[in-house]
């Protein structure tokens, strides 16, 4: 049986950062040890503080770990700025820059010539549900049409692995629903690796091939599980007994370490 090759890996990894309060430093990560294989989409799901974000820092390139490897494609990486693609919680897109403008923004920045930048933009803006809004400017979008600029924005970065760093949070729920169902659609034609921060449990079952569960801090264990639905799969798919069973089991696991 062929071994399925790993995108991202976290080999026994720890990092702290110095705190205001204190002349000791705080551990934020400690030993944390997990992988992601090539063409998974997995979620972190986690409470405040336990270390999402900062796992992200460092996949980035913008932290580096103080023990520990961080490997891309298999490989360790010490510089790793601009070698992932990374989609924040808001847009950010700029307003005084259309829609293709905003979208080109990663190819022109790689030195790609601004017309040649948005003809290729021009190509893919039917596939991302954008066709006739290039001209237009974020200011005139709704928050959904936004975040579909803002991943193909992503996708443009030219990375396999992706970083999406609760995405769709900020939109109401039918929205987010029709977003969680086009974002599977644009993984499978995409054939991408993609990391995925959530706090809603049924979001990250619905995406995920695994989900990584981070509880305390320092976070040195990284609990997982397998989400038993095959692909494809549709919401109605959340219903299934062992989902529903899986689901009250990850959220009593989360409310168990919340200190009120």
């Known amino acids: 049986m062929q071994m399925s090759k790993e995108a991202l890996a976290f080999n026994d990894v720890t990092f702290r ?3 205001e309060k204190s002349v000791e430093s705080v551990s934020i990560l400690d030993k944390i040890h997990f992988h992601v294989d090539d063409g998974e989409l997995v979620s972190i799901i986690g409470t405040s503080g336990s270390g999402k974000s900062t796992i992200f820092r460092l ?15 298999g490989k360790i990486a010490k510089s790793r700025l601009g070698q992932v693609g990374y989609m924040p919680q808001e847009d950010l897109l700029m307003p005084w820059r259309t829609i293709m403008e905003n979208a080109a923004l990663p190819l022109e920045i790689k030195g790609t010539k601004k017309e040649e930048a948005q003809s290729r933009v021009l ?7 954008l066709e006739g809004v290039e001209h237009a400017f974020p200011g005139n979008l709704s928050g959904g049409m936004r975040q579909r600029v803002s991943f193909l924005r ?29 974002l599977l659609e644009q993984w499978k034609k995409w054939e991408k690796t993609i990391l995925f921060i959530t706090h809603d449990v049924e979001e990250a079952l619905f995406l995920s091939d695994r989900i990584f569960i981070l509880t305390q801090k320092p976070s040195n264990v990284i609990q997982e599980v397998k989400v038993p639905l095959e692909r494809p799969r549709t919401l109605r798919d959340l219903s299934q007994t062992d989902v529903v069973t899986l689901k009250e089991h990850l959220i009593e696991l989360l409310r168990s370490k919340v200190k009120i």
Not at 67 to 72: A, C, F, K, P, R
Not at 123 to 129: I, N, V
Not at 154 to 172: K, M, Q, R, V, Y
């Open 123 to 129: 190509k893919l803006l039917a596939d991302f549900g």
């Open 59 to 73: 996949i980035t390139g913008l932290e580096q770990p103080d023990e520990g490897d961080i490997l891309l494609d």
């Open 154 to 182: 992503t996708i443009l970065s030219g990375s396999n692995l992706l970083l999406l760093d609760e995405p769709f949070s900020a939109l109401d729920a039918i929205t987010r629903i029709n977003m969680q169902e086009w």
């Open 17 to 19: 950062y110095q705190s």
